[in-house]
């Protein structure tokens, strides 16, 4: 693999890992910056560029708060500076193995992140691509439009849309993300019919909302849910009209009166804003039923069996959100109807590795450092164990992505959910 390769749009430049094993592009542009007249808008093709972009450095974030000061994340996550915030965010990352070429037809790992719908980005150090790259898996990560940015809805909008519909601008983000791959990754050495699709958190509760919309038919054939998804799993997101009667206490707010003067807040202001309108009001900056990216709610979508019938691995963690039971419950109910429907059986787990360094146990995102293989990025006091249980999470991640099975040489036996077998598989 060069470290320069085309793309529909132009030429991108990327650089070689420190081992050399790896190339990596970051901050690739996959859709037009959504600012000005295109805030609040769904994502648009990006126009096309001469010579080569450098794609050497993360692209900026969309703006959010910092949390740094969280006297948990802010430790385990975030104790390094978060990079650029600003409305022009639509960047994905890519890690492919430096011996790929455009005839590799290698299988693709797209990566949502989590934040509540609130924040993250697709550079946090816990994310990283060459241990996939290392064992013939392309990793990509993205940014996405978050809390206002990503799920302002309004009456007035619609009557911008021929399908009269608003919001939701986060999820077409990640939607356009998985359209670009497709179109592009070919010449980054991967497959686009093998592409899997995971996230966690807020970013499997993406995923769930990715394989429930008739939008993303035929773009994936696996998906991981991590701790947010199932039936019945973190409650059900904001109504259409809550989120309408949101936004407009905060166009009060600001004062203004049109799209066309909201349009022309500055960025920081209108976050701020959004945080302090949102006071109180529970998840507000979230997915919608809009009767066109979403015809119902996830769950009953999964329940009648109106999602997407690929491969699904899902699981929680042992002290995850709403304690033990809650995501375990959920996860089981998601492949208790994979089965009642007579889809492909689901590969269920549930990671409950105690992590050292303090009594957090094994808590919400406690898996994303074995999963990405970046265990020396934090700072705790990790053991053997933690190393060969990093190995097995990866491996086990990676063999999805080549097989729709995590199975492989070197690795527990792990058997799928199954009338006969409906334990999950612990991790720890």
């Known amino acids: 693999m060069q470290t320069i390769v085309q793309t529909k749009q132009g030429a991108v430049e990327g650089l070689k890992s420190a081992d050399g094993q790896t190339i990596i592009f970051r901050g690739i542009p996959y859709a037009q910056p959504p600012v000005g007249d295109l805030r609040f808008r769904r994502p648009q093709e990006h126009e096309p560029w001469a010579g080569t972009l450098s ?13 740094s000061a969280d006297p948990f994340y ?5 104790d390094v500076p978060l990079p650029a915030l600003s409305e022009d965010c639509l960047y994905l990352n890519i890690w492919t193995p430096e011996t790929a070429g455009p005839d590799s037809k290698l299988p693709v790992l797209f ?12 550079s946090e150090k816990e994310f990283d691509g060459e241990g996939f790259a290392k064992d013939g898996v392309i990793l990509v990560t993205i940014n996405y439009r978050v809390n206002v940015f990503g799920f302002f809805a309004h009456p007035e909008l619609e009557k911008e849309n021929p399908e ?24 980054f050495g991967g497959d686009p019919d093998k592409i899997t699709i995971f996230g966690q958190s807020a970013g499997c509760m993406s995923v769930q909302t990715i394989v429930s919309s008739p939008l993303s ?15 019945r799993a973190l409650g059900t997101t904001a109504s259409k009209e809550q989120i309408c009667s949101v936004c407009q206490k905060l166009m009060d707010h600001l004062h203004a009166s049109t799209l066309e003067e909201l349009r022309k807040v500055p960025a920081e202001q209108l976050r701020d804003a ?8 529970g998840l507000c900056w979230t997915p919608h039923v809009d009767g066109w990216l979403l015809g119902d709610t996830t769950d009953a979508l ?32 998601w492949c208790e109807n994979q089965l009642k429907l007579g889809r492909q059986p689901s590969y269920f787990y549930f990671f409950d590795r105690k992590l050292p ?39 086990y991640w990676a063999n999805f992505a080549k097989n729709l099975d995590p199975n492989g040489p070197g690795l527990p036996p792990w058997k799928p959910y199954v009338k006969e077998h409906t334990a999950p598989q612990v991790l720890k």
Request: aromatic letters at 12%; one cysteine or more; glycine letters at 18%.
């Open 55 to 67: 794609c050497k450095e993360f692209g900026d974030s969309c703006p959010q708060a910092d949390l």
């Open 74 to 78: 802010g430790k385990e996550f975030y």
């Open 111 to 122: 990566w949502i992140h989590g934040g509540a719908f609130m924040h993250g980005s697709g």
């Open 164 to 187: 009269g519909v608003s919001g939701n601008y986060g999820i077409l983000d990640q939607i356009f993300a998985l359209w670009w791959v497709r179109e592009n990754i070919g010449n």
């Open 217 to 231: 038919k035929g773009m994936l054939r696996g998906a991981i849910l991590q701790s947010g998804g199932g039936i």
């Open 274 to 281: 959004a945080y302090t309108v949102g006071q109180g009001e």
């Open 302 to 333: 999964a329940e009648k069996g109106e999602i997407h019938d690929v491969a699904y691995m899902i699981g929680s963690l042992g002290d995850d959100i709403g304690g033990e039971s809650l995501l375990q419950e959920s996860g089981a109910r």
């Open 357 to 395: 360094g303090d009594q957090a146990g094994a808590f919400h995102s406690g898996e994303l450092w074995y999963i990405f293989q970046t265990l020396d990025r934090c700072w705790r006091p990790w053991e053997d164990r933690d190393y060969a249980l990093m190995k097995i999470l990866s491996g």
